[in-house]
């Protein structure tokens, strides 16, 4: 090594061990696949944004098919606005079997 710290190629010599981090932080707070979520209350699976409950949605699979069809069975329709969440039925749904549940970590 030449007095002058730089190697023979005229560039500093890089160790694995130092350098810029690239997230400049703690490793736990970058957020990857396995790692999304955590720490964080999900919606239950009934609730309008659960994995059951969002299908009955205006933009879900089964809510979906009341939209296409139109009428009554709309959203806005006599039938379709008990299923919503502030609807009779979806609303009792939402009430009894909706909300968040705790995370554990």
Do not use: C, Y
Not at 79 to 104: C, E, N, Y
């Amino acid at each position: 090594m030449n007095p002058s710290g730089m190697g023979s190629s005229g560039k500093v010599p890089q160790n694995s061990h130092t350098g810029a981090k690239a997230t400049g932080g703690k490793v736990g707070s970058v957020t990857t696949g396995a790692t999304a979520g955590l720490g964080e209350d999900r919606p239950k699976a009934f609730d309008s944004e659960g994995a059951i409950g969002k299908q009955f949605t205006e933009d879900g699979a089964i809510g979906s098919i009341g939209q296409n069809i139109g009428g009554p069975l709309h959203s806005e329709g006599v039938i379709g606005k008990q299923f919503t969440d502030k609807g009779a039925i979806g609303g009792t749904v939402q009430d009894v079997l909706g909300g968040t549940k705790k995370r554990s970590n």
